[in-house]
């Protein structure tokens, strides 16, 4: 027995050591060509350092290194629900009551009652008639174009959308335009060509709002396009849901307040990962034919573990709370025009179209990333974007705003602007 069991173990040692020395060779030629990626990465001024949180998400959070806590307007916490005490208390009656997971995909042993209930709740949320989960919204753009799109069919895609749009597109056969950033006439000319081509299907496909931007998409022209030519309208409304519009109900909505007429696109995919709690999720919001579809052919959905149970169950909470009231939209959109109009007044430069996400543009990437770090000593958490994140000589500071903000914190805010901007020689 015992030399059997040592032929055995050496048998199996022979086969490791031959495993990990083929393997790692391999390894460190991989490990070698990666290392110079990163020390290019590095050297070009864009590598992307991770700071460590140490509290919950909020107005103001624990950072590793740091005796105090810093205010933080660089999240898409932008209603104040991510630690919001009712949405917490729902996680984790959830998780006592239905487990930390399902181990499962959907269509197995997957689908909960509370799936099911929040599903309805976003499709009543949207106005239409049904909505699919997935883990994420980027699971959610991956899994529809490929769905609804043949070679036979086109779609027409904004240049600056999403990446994860971009990636859904890919992953589709049919015929792929681009047209310039919000121009409609460009639009109109790729609308004119697909028709041209004898296409079957149209599909215009647009974030609602740009996250690096802060502007809208304009959904009353695109939808009137569309219209005219028999497409099919879709938006990415990951940076609207929740808190952009009256009732934030999103794009759609921010312009019929605008133009008092009714806006309306076929098909809508969002996020739970922001506004709507900021633990992840995504999700489809259409027609009953889409959405049986996608249960039946999305891979995302299909081969991705069902949505965790706290997470669902805070997703549950806040849409009760969205459905009950809209006084965490008015709150953001007066924070927002708070913001806007003091850092205006002060000489800054603000991009977007009174959006919460507030980009204040100061061009040189060098300069964005001197600034952030100023305000951070300030005890501001800010973060500067430049290339490849956002275009050369366009770097900026995205400052996002909250309805948990107090008006003392975003005066502070414009006024450590004010103090860096002076001492930095942009205003």
């Known amino acids: 027995m015992n030399s ?19 393997y790692s060779t391999a390894l460190k030629s991989l490990n070698e060509q990666l290392g110079k990626e990163l020390k290019e990465i590095e050297n070009a001024g864009t590598w992307k350092t991770e700071r460590i949180i140490t509290t919950k998400q909020g107005t103001q959070v624990g950072v590793e290194g740091r005796s105090k806590k810093l205010l933080n307007f660089c999240a898409n916490n932008y209603l104040g629900l991510s630690s919001h005490p009712e949405v917490i208390a729902a996680g984790q009656a959830a998780l006592a009551e239905y487990g930390a997971g399902l181990s499962s995909v959907r269509f197995i042993c997957g689908t909960q009652n509370i799936h099911k209930e929040l599903e309805r709740k976003i499709a009543k949320f949207h106005g239409r008639e049904d909505a699919i989960l997935y883990p994420s919204c980027f699971d959610a753009n ?10 036979e069919d086109a779609v027409i895609s904004d240049e600056l959308n999403h990446a994860s749009i971009i990636d859904g597109i890919r992953l589709c056969k049919a015929q792929k335009h681009r047209y310039t950033h919000r121009n409609m006439a460009d639009l109109e000319t790729k609308l004119i060509e697909a028709v041209k081509q004898n296409t079957r299907r149209r ?70 990962g922001k506004a709507l709690g900021g633990a992840s999720g995504g999700y489809t919001t259409g027609s009953t034919e889409l959405i049986n579809l996608l249960r039946q052919r999305g891979r995302p959905y299909l081969f991705s573990n069902s949505l965790p ?90 400052v996002q705003i909250s309805a948990a903000h107090e008006s003392s914190q975003i005066q502070h805010t414009i006024n450590s602007f004010i103090k860096i901007g002076k001492e930095l020689g942009v205003v």
């Open 4 to 22: 059997i069991y040592e032929t055995g173990r050496q048998c199996f040692q022979r086969s490791i050591k031959y495993y990990n020395r083929s």
């Open 142 to 151: 991956a899994g529809l174009f490929e769905q609804i799109l043949t070679p």
């Open 203 to 272: 599909l215009i496909v647009t974030d609602g709002v740009f996250s690096m931007d802060g502007n809208v998409a304009p959904l009353a022209d695109i939808c009137k396009l569309a219209q005219q030519y028999n497409a099919l309208v879709f938006i990415d409304e990951c940076h609207a849901t929740g808190f952009f519009g009256s009732t934030g109900r999103g794009t759609e909505e921010f312009f019929e307040n605008q133009t008092g007429k009714k806006i309306r696109v076929d098909i809508i995919n969002s996020t739970l």
């Open 309 to 398: 149970p706290p997470v669902v169950g805070c997703g549950n909470k806040v849409f009760d709370l969205l459905l009950k009231s809209s006084t965490l939209c008015r709150k953001v959109e007066e924070n927002t025009k708070l913001f806007r109009e003091g850092m205006t007044k002060a000489g800054f430069k603000v991009l977007g179209d009174n959006h919460p996400i507030c980009p204040v543009f100061l061009g040189d990437a060098k300069l964005a990333s001197t600034f952030a770090d100023k305000m951070l000593d300030e005890g501001i958490y800010v973060i500067g974007f430049s290339y490849p994140v956002v275009p050369k000589g366009k770097a900026r500071i995205r």
